[in-house]
């Protein structure tokens, strides 16, 4: 039962990093939530990747979360254009 509260608080994060990115991008959908959430899970991946190879002091924990939703709105904004990319070929 615990993992199974793990998962869903994972989801919920990646969820809200996501949506809070949503206010960023131009013309997404806030209930298209496959894009939300792939976008958010990208963006805490390889933001906190990217976060513990630069080395991020504990005195500036916040820098790391600013790397992960920059890194979020960017995977957003690409996987938005792939998806309407993709909508446009068939």
Request: glycine fraction near 8%.
């Amino acid at each position: 039962m615990a993992l199974f509260w793990q998962i869903v608080t994972l989801l919920s994060v990646w969820l809200l990093y996501g949506l809070a990115a949503s206010f960023f991008v131009k013309n997404v959908n806030r209930r298209d939530y496959l894009l939300l959430i792939c976008s958010g899970l990208i963006g805490g991946l390889l933001g906190g990747r990217i976060g513990n190879i630069l080395d991020v002091p504990d005195n500036i924990w916040w820098l790391r979360e600013v790397i992960k939703f920059g890194i979020t709105i960017l995977s957003m904004h690409t996987l938005h254009n792939v998806f309407k990319w993709r909508k446009y070929q068939k």
